[in-house]
């Protein structure tokens, strides 16, 4: 047998496998959470009861999806023009200067700190400065854990960003220079437009990891099981409803549970092929 | 150089130390050929840790003890990968139809939920039924409020949001304290009722016993529910719950214990919350562990079954539960150790009777 051959099994093998997880997990999802549809039907998407008193039991997943989108939104339009800054920052303004390298290395820096850290900071730092400032449940809630969230998605945002802008070709914007823009003629006009698809797409992945956020959230929301009735009201997110509840969980509840689980791997699928859909749209 | 050294070096203490471990454990199976295997509550983890080990330097019967949670207690022990199971919650009639043979109930040792606040400066806090049932579904929100100042007359209560702290995970002791505010309760028990986990009326979850000590503590003017053995240990501030004859008892291992002293069924299944006796503290309760009337299933040997009835025997012995309060639970009362003991001599092994 040649090499190429060799190779070309072990790729398939390889593909194979994955192919064959993300398969079994998909179909273990749909079955764990065909008890929960049968039982409630649609209207599991849009009930907002979550009773899991023995005898009442009844469960709607619509204050988990609520508190994940809002929370998730929040967090996006929050971290937005600090890592859009930093981002334009570190790939253009300062490109290559030492404070970039500091700066970026505290980004990176970021992105490696463990979600329970960020939770634990949030807990014991974040929330007592809040409450000074007088938010109302003891600090506990959307607007808290968005933050949270933010500072969390922040450097991957910038990151991906920021590498998209350093590779817009320096002929570009040298063409803007010799016709006489400004620095931030030629940011906005050329470097901005040339870069957008990819920076959609690291803003678009942000998003993706504030859906599935958990510890942090979780340790921040206040977990009530409520639709948010306003941005400083506790709640709970789909995320952290599985991470509580699924450990003494059984029957009906716990296919509630996976079910919850589908409809955010179903959420996660939708905001991924819109992303796809808006970078080909773009580019 | 130097560091590859240090590396050699540390591979060779570390395969040592495993080696002489492995030769340990070697040599207490040669001299008592059972092994038990248990799993199921969290709750009395701390005891059974303590006591299991100390069995095991005993008699050399090697213990393991898996804290997976009361759900899984039973589904292991129906699927009869243990050798007995442990809940915080008994079976009821249903579940005990559904298992696949005659299971029996053993309490092991008394727990019990405490209400803990936080109040700088007030201390010894009572809470009568009808300040609980308020507290707890929102009716009341402040610290000031005339009926809790009514209640509490020389407490200087402060002009404070009462922030009500729950447990965000299903818990067992969500279930015993549920169980007490069903009975007190008659608002509770239909518009809330009991479970494991509920659907709050007010408040906010937090997860585990930690996350709610921890909440509560960080929180000026929060109240919850946290499972006595974690809050004795930790030594937080507790309220004074009205019993059924009407005393306000702080919680200890005195009043826990004293809610078993009255009459108990003969299989034990019972939950001790809201007990006659005047000096019980209210919101305890029992944990169980949970084995198979006939021990001869599975193809298990006749000195498994013994091992596990004669483990189990001591357990509830004088010996073991004089250390329960050392990991802060309460002792079985007497008479409920009596009946323990009687159910344990009514498991068999096919037909025959394993202790005497």
């Known amino acids: 047998m040649n090499s190429d051959k060799i190779t070309k099994g072990v790729l398939l093998l390889s593909s194979f496998i994955i192919l064959l997880v993300a398969g079994g997990m998909i179909y273990s999802l749909v079955q764990g959470s065909v008890p929960a549809f049968k039982n409630f039907g649609f209207k599991f998407i849009y009930s907002n009861i979550w009773n899991p008193t023995d005898g009442k039991e009844n469960y709607g997943a619509l204050p988990f999806i609520a508190g994940t989108i809002v929370t998730s939104i929040a967090a996006l339009l929050i971290s937005l023009p600090l890592s859009f800054s930093a981002s334009l920052f570190l790939g253009e303004y300062y490109r290559g200067t030492k404070m970039a390298k500091v700066l970026g290395t505290m980004v990176d820096l970021l992105a490696g700190i463990p979600s329970i850290v960020y939770g634990l900071w949030g807990f014991y730092v974040l929330r007592p400065v809040l409450i000074s400032f007088g938010l ?47 620095k931030s003629e030629v940011i906005f006009n050329v470097v901005v437009p040339t870069a957008r698809s990819g920076i959609i797409a690291g803003y678009i992945l942000s998003f993706g990891r504030a859906l599935g956020e958990t510890m942090a959230v979780t340790m921040l929301i206040g977990n009530a099981n409520i639709i948010p009735n306003s941005f400083f009201s506790t709640g709970n997110t789909m995320a952290s409803v599985i991470a509580n509840q699924f450990g003494e969980a059984e029957g009906l509840k716990l296919s509630s549970l996976i079910a919850i689980g589908l409809l955010l791997f179903l959420i996660t699928g939708i905001i991924n092929a819109i992303g796809k859909f808006i970078i080909k749209k773009m580019s | 150089m130097k560091n590859l050294a240090i590396i050699i070096l540390a591979i060779f203490v570390l395969s040592a130390c495993s080696n002489s471990g492995k030769n340990a454990k070697e040599k207490s199976a040669s001299s008592s ?78 727990g019990a939920v405490v209400i803990a606040y936080n109040l700088p400066g007030v201390e010894g806090l009572k809470l009568s039924n009808e300040l609980l049932e308020k507290i707890f579904m929102g009716e009341i929100t402040k610290w000031n409020d005339s009926q809790i100042a009514a209640n509490n007359s020389g407490l200087s209560l402060p002009d404070k ?194 202790l005497n």
């Open chain 2, 33 to 110: 050929k059972v092994t038990l295997t248990a799993a199921g509550a969290t709750f009395p983890m701390p005891y059974y840790n303590m006591v299991f080990k100390a069995y095991t330097s005993e008699t050399g019967t090697l213990l393991t003890y898996g804290g997976i949670g009361s759900g899984g207690g039973i589904r292991s022990l129906t699927d009869k990968v243990v050798d007995f199971g442990a809940t915080d919650a008994y079976l009821n009639d249903e579940k005990l139809a559904e298992m696949p043979a005659d299971v029996v109930h053993i309490p092991t040792v008394l």
């Open chain 2, 161 to 354: 949001d009462i922030a009500v702290i729950h447990r965000s995970d299903g818990s067992g002791t969500t279930y015993i304290f549920s169980d007490y505010m069903s009975k007190i309760s008659s608002k509770w028990a239909d518009e809330v009722g009991k479970g494991k986990a509920l659907q709050w009326p007010t408040g906010m979850g937090a997860k585990g016993n930690p996350g709610v000590a921890g909440t509560i503590k960080q929180t000026e003017g929060a109240i919850g529910y946290i499972g006595s053995e974690y809050a004795f240990a930790q030594k937080i501030q507790t309220a004074l719950v009205q019993n059924s004859s009407g005393n306000y008892i702080e919680p200890s291992i005195a009043s826990v214990s004293a809610a078993a002293k009255g009459e108990i069924p003969a299989d034990t299944r019972v939950m001790l919350t809201n007990s006659d006796d005047p000096e019980a503290y209210p919101i305890s309760g029992f944990t169980w562990i949970i084995l198979y009337k006939d021990q001869n299933y599975n193809g298990r040997s006749k000195e498994q079954a013994m091992g596990t009835v004669q483990f189990l025997d001591w357990l509830v012995s004088a010996e073991a539960q004089g250390q329960a309060e050392k990991v802060h639970y309460a002792p079985l009362p007497d008479a409920a150790a009596t009946k323990a003991k009687a159910i344990l001599r009514s498991v068999k092994y096919g037909n025959e009777a394993l």
């Open chain 1, 136 to 182: 109302p449940n003891q600090g506990f809630g959307v607007f808290t854990a968005s933050l949270i969230l933010a500072i969390m998605i922040i450097p991957y945002a910038t990151s991906l960003s920021n590498e998209i802008i350093s590779m817009v070709p320096n002929e570009l914007k040298e063409a803007a220079y010799s016709l006489g823009a400004t």
